[in-house]
């Protein structure tokens, strides 16, 4: 089985930074594809980036384009997702994800942390 804990979410004013960190444990990630979501009040959970295992292709959603860089430390057993230039917008809870897959469907992943709150305002 494996564990995923989020950490990194806080409090951020509009253009700030914030990095988040996807710790597993358990098992080895390195099989794995890890994926980024977020999930706002109200609405549906939605892709924010994902990376492959081998950390050679990653996707991000056009909102996050330019702004977000996914990479893994594979060795640590951690993703990381450094966010910039953050906007109002990209408040929500972010999960991270494993599964043997690609991309931003939801259910194709087998593992998820309990997510870690992201706020971006003034």
């Known amino acids: 089985q494996l564990q995923l804990v989020e950490s990194g979410g806080g409090l951020v004013q509009p253009g700030g930074s914030l990095r988040l960190s996807c710790t597993a444990s358990?098992?080895?990630?390195?099989?794995?594809?890890i994926g980024w979501f977020r999930q706002a009040p109200g609405k549906e959970r939605e892709g924010v980036s994902c990376?492959?295992?081998?950390?050679?292709?990653?996707k991000y959603a056009d909102s996050v384009k330019g702004r977000f860089t996914i990479s893994r430390d594979n060795a640590k057993n951690t993703v990381y997702l450094q966010m910039n230039s953050l906007k109002p917008e990209d408040t929500g809870v972010y999960y991270c994800?494993?599964?043997?897959?690609?991309?931003?469907?939801?259910?194709?992943?087998?593992?998820w942390g309990q997510g870690t709150q992201v706020t971006v305002s003034s």
């Open positions: 994800t494993a599964g043997h897959t690609y991309g931003f469907t939801k259910n194709e992943y087998e593992y």
């Open positions: 990376i492959s295992s081998s950390g050679g292709s990653t």
């Open positions: 358990g098992r080895t990630v390195q099989s794995y594809t």
